[in-house]
């Protein structure tokens, strides 16, 4: 039914014929081909910790590529920065190989086990238990992140895995001083981590948070990493590791076996790409909702001049096409592999037509008229990084053990940190996630199959400039990487795209969640009078973005200002 109505709306636009996101329709601006760099000669990370960003360069220096530096700063991430991504998490990747001129992206998200039963995520009176979703082993995917490391050493890099995980396991094993979001993670999180001995026994040494400026060791992750260096997916899915953790899972109340962790595989699918006024978005496809949602948002966007637009009109045309994409990110979006996505819709500029045709000139459409959907406060709990190497190489790795800390749950005699990511399915249908997400059918826990996501790591690539960009931040994500990728193809560089205020809409709740300062008085006004309602909201995102200037050929690395300046590097 909804389906048809969909198809209602993709013939109207097509019979008012204004085609949406077709490069050829925009003007473009002026290429000077035969003057552009064809390689930077030099290389540019951007991550959000100064120790995985040098991990990242020293990889570089003993002759990896930009993909053995990816594998050297996602590791040291799982070491330093635990409470975003790790190796008992998941990752998602876009990437250029220069060689061949080829995109692709890296699927290392997270599984359902076999045994995944919805009954575990609900109370006794069939109200949504909160605390097995996103707390302990029965929150947890099987990991996807150990298999994604090995993968982009065996396909995509130039060194061995173990030279790339180096600078994880040296920095796991001789320590390291935790910064302030660390220790804060670590306080907020301290009664959940009391829960499990070995969480209390790695994150809470003598019984409370290591000291600021206090030396901090990970012995079990450095040994699992390790194994992983040696034995490469027989270190992590199978042997010492994979029995230590079904042990430590079976133990606490999970129901995770052998088989699914020996059973886990990499995906390798084709990015989502679009065109969108001279500018090339390669962005990410299902099991990720991030690349349906923007492709579509910037659609509806192509068929407006937003240049000539005052801010509340090119705020509200925005928001209005969040509003839209996020209704079918609800509706539709799915495992690629378990169910049949109506893409070719979505991604059609018909389909955009029609919905810019529903949009009114002034006036906010509510959300309730649309279809129906619930929600609350995204969080900002996963990790993002950049990198462009001097063959010009690109990589945008989005990472996560979903919320703060994952499941707070250690796997013991692991070290290993497990995700929450079952919460990203739709465990109860029509009851909001963390992030205030709904869901349908589409994104109902299986066996084996991966939970949708948001996350977006992207690559643009313009007449003249490219950007390689993404940001952590639950549903806000999606928003986050359009605004900062519509900052770039406004001539922002490195710095002012992660600066941008920041504003996001997700069909439901119908509100507008805002940056303080992100709006004049003026706009607000507007907005206002047209029918929107705001919250303001904090924290934004940690972008991390490296952009190439291929007239100049420099480039530019920057993180978000919100979290960690200066993280951003290039050498
Ligand atoms: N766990 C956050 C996401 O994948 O969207």
């Given at each position: 039914?909804?389906?048809a109505l969909?198809?209602?709306?993709?013939l109207?636009?097509?019979?008012?014929?204004?085609?949406?996101a077709?490069?050829?329709?925009?003007?473009?601006?002026?290429?000077?081909?035969?003057?552009?760099a064809?390689?930077?000669?030099?290389?540019?990370?951007?991550?959000?910790?100064?120790?995985?960003?040098?991990?990242?360069?020293?990889v570089?220096?003993?002759?990896?590529?930009?993909?053995?530096?990816?594998?050297?700063?996602?590791?040291?991430?799982?070491?330093?920065?635990?409470?975003?991504s790790?190796?008992?998490?998941?990752?998602?990747?876009?990437?250029?190989?220069?060689?061949?001129?080829?995109?692709?992206?890296?699927?290392?998200?997270?599984?359902?086990?076999?045994?995944?039963?919805?009954?575990?995520?609900?109370?006794?009176?069939?109200t949504?238990?909160?605390?097995?979703?996103?707390?302990?082993?029965?929150?947890?995917?099987?990991?996807?992140?150990?298999?994604?490391l090995?993968?982009?050493?065996?396909?995509?890099?130039?060194?061995?895995l173990?030279?790339?995980?180096?600078?994880?396991?040296?920095?796991?094993?001789?320590?390291?001083?935790?910064?302030?979001?660390?220790?804060?993670?670590?306080?907020?999180?301290?009664?959940?981590?009391?829960?499990?001995?070995?969480?209390?026994?790695?994150?809470?040494?003598?019984?409370?948070?290591?000291?600021?400026?206090?030396?901090?060791?990970?012995?079990?992750?450095?040994?699992?990493?390790?194994?992983?260096?040696?034995?490469?997916?027989?270190?992590?899915?199978?042997?010492?590791?994979?029995?230590?953790?079904?042990?430590?899972?079976?133990?606490?109340?999970?129901?995770?076996?052998?088989?699914?962790?020996?059973?886990?595989?990499?995906?390798?699918?084709?990015?989502?790409?679009?065109?969108?006024?001279?500018?090339?978005?390669?962005?990410?496809?299902?099991?990720?909702?991030?690349?349906?949602?923007?492709?579509?948002?910037?659609?509806?966007?192509?068929?407006?001049?937003?240049?000539?637009?005052?801010?509340?009109?090119?705020?509200?045309?925005?928001?209005?096409?969040?509003?839209?994409?996020?209704?079918?990110?609800?509706?539709?979006?799915?495992?690629?592999?378990?169910?049949?996505?109506?893409?070719?819709?979505l991604?059609?500029?018909?389909?955009?037509?029609?919905?810019?045709?529903?949009?009114?000139?002034?006036?906010?459409?509510?959300?309730?008229m649309?279809?129906?959907?619930?929600?609350?406060?995204?969080?900002?709990?996963?990790?993002h990084?950049?990198?462009?190497?001097?063959?010009?190489?690109?990589?945008?790795?989005?990472?996560?053990?979903?919320?703060?800390?994952?499941?707070?749950?250690?796997a013991?005699?692991?070290?290993?940190?497990?995700?929450?990511?079952?919460?990203?399915?739709?465990?109860?249908?029509?009851?909001?996630?963390?992030?205030?997400?709904?869901?349908?059918?589409?994104?109902?826990?299986?066996?084996?199959?991966?939970?949708?996501?948001?996350m977006?790591?992207?690559?643009?690539?313009?007449?003249?400039?490219?950007?390689?960009?993404?940001?952590?931040?639950?549903s806000?994500?999606?928003?986050?990487?359009l605004?900062g990728?519509?900052?770039?193809?406004?001539?922002?560089?490195?710095?002012?795209?992660?600066?941008?205020?920041?504003?996001?809409?997700?069909?439901?709740?119908?509100?507008?969640?805002?940056?303080?300062?992100?709006?004049?008085?003026?706009?607000?006004?507007?907005?206002?009078?047209?029918?929107?309602?705001f919250?303001?909201?904090?924290?934004?995102?940690?972008?991390n973005?490296?952009?190439?200037?291929?007239?100049?050929?420099?480039?530019?690395?920057?993180?978000?200002?919100?979290?960690?300046?200066?993280?951003?590097?290039?050498?």
């Amino acid at each position: 039914m909804k389906l048809a109505l969909r198809w209602h709306v993709l013939l109207l636009g097509f019979l008012l014929g204004t085609s949406g996101a077709c490069a050829a329709d925009q003007p473009t601006p002026s290429t000077q081909a035969a003057q552009l760099a064809e390689r930077p000669g030099h290389a540019g990370i951007a991550s959000a910790n100064k120790l995985a960003t040098e991990a990242g360069f020293e990889v570089l220096a003993k002759g990896g590529n930009a993909f053995d530096a990816a594998i050297a700063v996602a590791s040291t991430l799982s070491v330093v920065e635990p409470e975003s991504s790790g190796i008992g998490g998941g990752f998602m990747a876009t990437m250029y190989i220069a060689g061949n001129k080829r995109t692709v992206f890296i699927d290392a998200r997270e599984t359902a086990p076999a045994a995944v039963n919805p009954k575990d995520y609900l109370n006794p009176d069939g109200t949504p238990n909160r605390d097995t979703a996103l707390k302990g082993p029965l929150s947890a995917g099987i990991p996807g992140e150990p298999a994604g490391l090995v993968w982009l050493a065996k396909n995509y890099g130039k060194l061995p895995l173990s030279a790339s995980l180096a600078p994880a396991i040296r920095t796991a094993r001789d320590g390291f001083k935790p910064d302030d979001r660390l220790l804060g993670a670590i306080k907020e999180e301290q009664k959940n981590l009391e829960r499990w001995p070995a969480s209390a026994e790695k994150f809470l040494p003598n019984g409370n948070a290591p000291a600021a400026g206090e030396t901090w060791r990970d012995p079990g992750q450095a040994h699992t990493l390790e194994l992983l260096a040696n034995y490469g997916d027989a270190g992590f899915y199978s042997g010492e590791t994979a029995q230590k953790l079904v042990d430590a899972v079976h133990a606490a109340g999970g129901n995770w076996t052998l088989k699914d962790l020996a059973s886990y595989r990499v995906k390798e699918r084709t990015p989502i790409t679009i065109d969108y006024h001279g500018y090339k978005i390669i962005t990410a496809p299902p099991p990720s909702s991030g690349g349906v949602a923007i492709a579509e948002i910037l659609n509806i966007l192509s068929g407006f001049d937003l240049s000539k637009l005052d801010q509340a009109h090119r705020v509200h045309l925005t928001i209005e096409a969040m509003r839209r994409a996020f209704r079918d990110h609800n509706d539709y979006l799915g495992d690629p592999d378990f169910v049949k996505m109506p893409l070719n819709m979505l991604l059609s500029p018909y389909y955009a037509d029609g919905l810019r045709q529903s949009i009114l000139p002034d006036k906010a459409t509510p959300s309730s008229m649309l279809a129906p959907s619930g929600g609350q406060d995204p969080g900002m709990h996963t990790t993002h990084f950049s990198i462009i190497d001097a063959d010009g190489n690109m990589v945008a790795i989005t990472s996560t053990v979903n919320y703060l800390l994952g499941s707070t749950f250690v796997a013991k005699g692991t070290g290993v940190l497990l995700n929450d990511e079952m919460d990203d399915f739709a465990l109860v249908p029509n009851k909001p996630n963390v992030y205030g997400l709904l869901g349908s059918t589409a994104n109902a826990p299986e066996p084996g199959k991966r939970m949708l996501s948001s996350m977006s790591p992207s690559i643009v690539i313009g007449p003249d400039r490219t950007a390689v960009i993404g940001s952590p931040g639950g549903s806000t994500i999606i928003t986050q990487v359009l605004e900062g990728i519509l900052a770039f193809i406004d001539g922002g560089d490195a710095h002012q795209v992660v600066a941008k205020k920041r504003f996001h809409h997700q069909f439901m709740p119908d509100v507008v969640m805002v940056e303080p300062g992100a709006f004049d008085a003026e706009t607000t006004n507007a907005l206002t009078q047209m029918g929107y309602s705001f919250k303001e909201r904090g924290p934004w995102g940690f972008m991390n973005v490296v952009i190439w200037d291929r007239r100049t050929n420099k480039l530019d690395a920057a993180s978000d200002p919100r979290r960690d300046d200066g993280l951003g590097k290039v050498q």
